[in-house]
């Protein structure tokens, strides 16, 4: 499993790294400590039995699948379906969360690292809604910031759900864990 951001305080609460926050929070529900190892902040779980590797890539979003390939290769990990990537999307509204297999990478420069790095986009995503920025701003810019605090409040909630997706998606596998999660609206707050 494989949360997306960039590393250091000062990306910390940017919409870019909402998949290292979720992954944080995985982490740290699971008990699993994170140490850095292979490129990346990296830790191990178990979740029904199931062995998780947590991976956050410290390499920054652009060469995200550098860290991705090696460690996947040090686990001896062939097989793709086994992958789940979570990772901010601005083509969903801000706090939906769905879960996608396959498929294209939307202009998501660490989506395309990964795919890039393994050959194959054949992967399971945890897309974590940041809004699309206003025709004034540029998209870099815009993941690169904090969002506004009633967005904050949103993102929390879904760093929650997308967290959950996560684990049913351990536990039962793509197809429950879509049929559990994407049918969801926005996150309520308060």
């Known amino acids: 499993m494989v949360g997306l951001g960039n590393p ?14 979720v992954l944080e929070r995985f982490a740290a529900e699971a008990g699993a400590t994170l140490g850095y190892r292979h490129h990346s902040l990296l830790g191990q779980a178990q979740i029904d039995g199931v062995r998780v590797l947590a991976l956050l890539p410290q390499t920054y979003m652009n060469e995200s699948g550098v860290a991705v390939r090696e460690a996947l290769r040090y686990f001896k990990i062939a097989n793709l379906s086994d992958l789940i990537v979570v990772h901010d999307e601005i083509d969903l509204a801000v706090g939906r969360v ?9 202009g998501h420069n660490g989506l395309k690292s990964v795919a890039h790095h393994l050959g194959s986009r054949d ?56 049929s559990l999660h994407n049918h969801r609206g926005l996150p309520e707050v308060g």
């Open 8 to 21: 250091g305080s000062k990306y910390r609460d940017t919409r870019h790294n909402i998949g290292f926050r």
């Open 98 to 106: 769905q879960i996608k297999q396959g498929g294209g990478l939307a």
């Open 123 to 178: 992967f399971t995503r945890v897309r974590i809604g940041v809004g699309r920025p206003s025709s004034r701003e540029e998209v870099v810019g815009y993941v690169l910031h904090p969002p506004a605090l009633e967005e904050r409040e949103l993102l929390e909630v879904a760093i929650v759900e997308a967290t959950a997706s996560v684990v049913d998606l351990i536990r039962h596998g793509p197809n429950r864990a879509m």
